[in-house]
């Protein structure tokens, strides 16, 4: 199946920082893009940031200026710093990553890594 694997979720208080980890699986093709998504309960799955093979990034209004996305492409790593955490930002964080074959793009997701944000 080649699914990514995250890491680096947990509990922290209203203002602290996590770091996200997210490892590909090099066997199927070029990766065009990583990203992060995340799914609170009750609501459905949202993106958050994404980084493409060029190194392009896009991100979720309600994150912008408080997360940064990064890729290790020697590693086919993605990483996401969250900085100022809010109470709101508490969900499940799945990495996804897309390849480019010849067949078109293939997407592989992540189980996710839970992120709670709490006093």
């Known amino acids: 199946q080649a699914q990514p694997v995250e890491s680096g979720g947990g509990l922290v208080q209203p203002g602290g920082s996590l770091r996200l980890s997210c490892a590909a699986s090099?066997?199927?093709?070029?990766?065009?893009?990583m990203g992060w998504y995340r799914q609170a309960p009750g609501s459905q799955r949202e993106l958050v940031a994404i980084?493409?093979?060029?190194?392009?990034?896009n991100y979720a209004d309600s994150v912008k200026g408080r997360f940064t996305i990064s890729r290790d492409s020697a590693k086919n790593t993605v990483s996401l710093q969250m900085n100022s955490l809010k109470p709101e930002d508490t969900a499940v964080y799945h990495c996804?990553?897309?390849?480019?074959?010849?067949?078109?793009?293939?997407?592989?997701w992540g189980q996710g890594t839970l992120v709670t944000v709490s006093s």
């Open positions: 996804k990553v897309v390849y480019g074959t010849g067949s078109g793009p293939v997407e592989r």
């Open positions: 980084i493409t093979s060029g190194g392009s990034t």
């Open positions: 090099r066997s199927i093709a070029a990766i065009y893009s």
